[in-house]
């Protein structure tokens, strides 16, 4: 499995940007970057997912390296429904396709 | 709301016990896991059915077991309970196997009380 380091807690104020960084330096060529994202009790939910490129949703931004040993996760405008621990996940290339949560990022958001 | 139900909310029972918990999967989704989610272990990862079949198996106990039925809907069986099994257990669906852009869906989860 495709090790991943993210610092354990950030910081925000409410209706900034947020960078979230995750290092996957064990990555494979094939596997895609997942990010998922627990709120305080609730299940996880997904937030993006990429392979080589930036990618845009409704939620967020992924820009991952050019390289792909790391990624960072981008809320444009920070809300306090944005607190929760962000999980990077690399998707590995087998026939589950089961998550593999590290201890991700918990997110704190100042009104 | 994803569409992911489980039951019971909550369960409180004694060491030596036995427990089902039950995971309704979205409608149409194929594919079932089952994640623990303790304070000293985080998430992780127990099993994998796919339309009936199990697909992988992560740090699940001897004492613990799954199945998917006919209608999709899955059971997470737990035994001989032990107080370390204290947990929030997850339920997630997704539409696929073996699809690695495919998006899990997770429940709200059972918190297991062992006491």
């Known amino acids: 499995d495709a090790k991943t380091t993210q610092p354990n807690s950030m910081e925000s104020n409410e209706e900034e940007p947020v960078h979230l960084p995750c290092n996957h330096s064990t990555i494979s060529g094939t596997d895609y970057i997942h990010w998922y994202r627990q709120l305080p009790s609730q299940g996880p939910e997904y937030v993006i997912h990429g392979l080589t490129s930036n990618v845009n949703n409704r939620m967020a931004s992924l820009a991952i390296a050019e390289d792909r040993k790391s990624s960072t996760l981008i809320l444009h405008r920070a809300t306090l429904r944005d607190a929760a621990v962000y999980y990077c996940?690399?998707?590995?290339?087998?026939?589950?396709?089961?998550?593999?949560f590290g201890s991700g990022t918990r997110l704190l958001v100042r009104p | 709301d994803s569409g992911v139900t489980q039951t019971p909310k909550h369960l409180i029972t004694a060491t030596g016990q036995r427990v089902t918990l039950r995971c309704s999967p979205r409608?149409?989704?194929?594919?079932v896991y089952w994640y623990q989610q303790s304070l000293d272990q985080g998430l992780q990862f127990l099993i994998h059915?796919?339309?009936?079949?199990?697909?992988a198996k992560g740090n699940i106990l001897e004492r613990f077991s799954a199945q998917q039925f006919p209608d999709l809907h899955s059971e997470l069986n737990l035994s001989s309970l032990e107080l370390g099994d204290s947990a929030l257990y997850f339920c997630?669906?997704?539409?696929?196997?073996?699809?690695?852009?495919?998006?899990?869906?997770f429940g709200p989860g059972t918190r297991l009380t062992v006491l």
């Open positions: 997630a669906s997704s539409s696929l196997a073996g699809i690695s852009t495919d998006t899990q869906y």
């Open positions: 996940i690399p998707r590995e290339m087998d026939s589950s396709y089961k998550l593999i």
């Open positions: 409608s149409g989704d194929l594919s």
């Open positions: 059915y796919y339309n009936g079949e199990e697909r």
